[in-house]
């Protein structure tokens, strides 16, 4: 990989992308720096320890953004939701449907998207800030209610972070067309690495408070092999893929003859990437940001809270306690209800079922088999046309189940493994999941340019 950088940067438009996409990153890194104006850090921090799930969700999504409640606190999650929706939306109406078949109709729906993500970056910002705004922070406030200008100080919120958000969505687009990678995969990328240094801190910190301990070495060791096997298990499954052997048929145009070749069609085990993870993310997040405009110890978030979080907690009548805490004072509760258990069930069961819905849009088994048809190309014991389209379907359908499969344990079961060691930090199997995805292709795409100007060369 790091040779591939090296020889992308030999080339002079290759390096002025790479050196764009650099550029861009840093401007964004900067941006999470700038604070929205008349935000309580203090009572910020305070209220999301509340918000355990859901702030480090945000922080993986945004970096240091969210836990600094920088312009860029609601990060690119607001335009991945709207992006979510509106997919569904597609299937689910037709009007829709129409529009994403045509080149105008798509620019529509993109631009219906950023709308969208814009304003749920407004309703997250607000509801956020309204529902924990001065609740259990010590008498320190996140927005301070005095001088009647309360709706002023929301109003100044919700505009830095949709801004923010509208921001981020306008640096994705340009690393998208004038850089290397996926502009939003590139900016999630960022928000990650931008966590690492803090890991590794806590890593540091947890030694020197007990040098001497045995299980903080063991503890450490045990990380450091569960991240490198991670790493090898998605860097093979990525580089895996399912051969489609295919013969063109000899055809004769005028006195030369062509075809009578024999290669193949190659289909990737994990074709989908990390989409499916992040679109679960992202829904399972989702209706805990809505759940802040409702009210505290209802019914619904008494549920939500116990049923569907990584970390489970009560309402002890002023405010939601972790397991643990209870435990510790005393306070009986049955844990097997509290058990995470049905949380990385409907966790394991969106990536699944995201990615078959991912396939659906980007591979077209119908489309695939008229174009080898067309071409004189065909599956060898495969009769050509219906039937072509059926296989590469059945195929298409075996490997989405076990790229699925490969992306739902791999994100859950190291993270449960983490857990039981004591790294909660957010920072775990999801994070190197889709650090390691992006970098393998960012790297695919390098190559494939670099490939492209070779021959180019070469016939010039």
Not at 100 to 113: L, N, V, Y
Not at 124 to 153: C, H, K, P, W
Not at 348 to 364: E, H, K, R
Not at 416 to 439: D, E, H, K, P, Y
Request: proline share 4%; aromatic share 12%.
């Amino acid at each position: 990989m790091f040779s591939t950088f090296i020889n992308a940067f030999k080339i002079k438009d290759l390096r002025k992308k790479i050196l764009y996409t650099i550029l861009l990153i840093v401007v964004y890194r900067l941006g999470s720096a700038i604070p929205i104006p008349g935000v309580n850090l203090v009572g910020w921090q305070k209220a999301t320890e509340q918000l355990t799930a859901m702030s480090d969700f945000m922080s993986l999504m945004s970096g240091s953004a969210f836990s600094q409640f920088t312009i860029f606190a609601m990060g690119i999650s607001p335009y991945i939701t709207a992006s979510i929706i509106l997919q569904l939306l597609t299937i689910a109406i037709p009007a829709l449907e129409r529009m994403s078949k045509e080149e105008d109709g798509r620019q529509k729906i993109e631009r219906i998207t950023r709308y969208a993500g814009v304003g749920l970056a407004v309703v997250q910002s607000i509801g956020i800030v309204m529902s924990y705004n001065g609740v259990l922070t010590g008498g320190d406030y996140i927005v301070s209610t005095e001088g009647g200008l309360f709706a002023l100080r929301l109003a100044i919120i919700a505009i830095c972070a949709a801004a923010g958000t509208a921001f981020l969505m306008w640096l994705g687009e340009r690393i998208t067309e004038k850089g290397i990678g996926n502009g939003i995969s590139m900016l999630i990328f960022a928000s990650i690495v931008s966590r690492v240094p803090d890991f590794i801190k806590e890593r540091i910190t947890a030694i020197a408070a007990a040098p001497g301990s045995v299980m903080t070495w063991v503890t450490l060791l045990l990380t450091i092999v569960v991240v490198l096997a991670l790493i090898a298990f998605v860097v093979y499954i990525d580089k895996a893929v399912r051969k489609i052997p295919v013969q063109y048929a000899k055809r004769v145009v005028g006195r030369k003859m062509y075809g009578g070749q024999n290669t193949h069609l190659p289909m990737k085990a994990n074709a989908n990437g990390v989409l499916p993870l992040i679109f679960a993310m992202t829904i399972m997040q989702f209706p805990e940001m809505i759940m802040q405009f409702f009210r505290r110890g209802g019914g619904f978030m008494n549920f939500w809270y116990r049923w569907m979080v990584s970390a489970p907690k009560v309402w002890d009548g002023s405010m939601y306690q972790p397991t643990s805490v209870l435990k510790a004072t005393g306070i009986t509760y049955s844990g097997i209800q509290y058990a995470p258990f049905v949380y990385y069930l409907v966790y394991f069961l969106l990536i699944i079922a995201f990615g078959y819905f991912y396939t659906s849009i980007t591979f077209n088994p119908v489309e695939m088999s008229k174009n080898l048809q067309q071409n004189g190309g065909f599956i060898p014991g495969i009769r050509p046309g219906k039937p072509t389209g059926e296989y590469l379907g059945k195929i298409s359908n075996r490997l989405t189940l076990f790229g699925s499969l490969f992306l739902a344990v791999i994100a859950i079961v190291p993270t449960i493994i983490l857990n039981i060691m004591g790294v909660t930090n957010m920072f775990g199997a999801t994070s190197v999941l889709i650090m390691v995805s992006v970098a393998l292709e960012t790297t695919e795409q390098l190559e494939s340019q670099m490939l492209m100007r070779h021959y180019k060369g070469f016939l010039n």
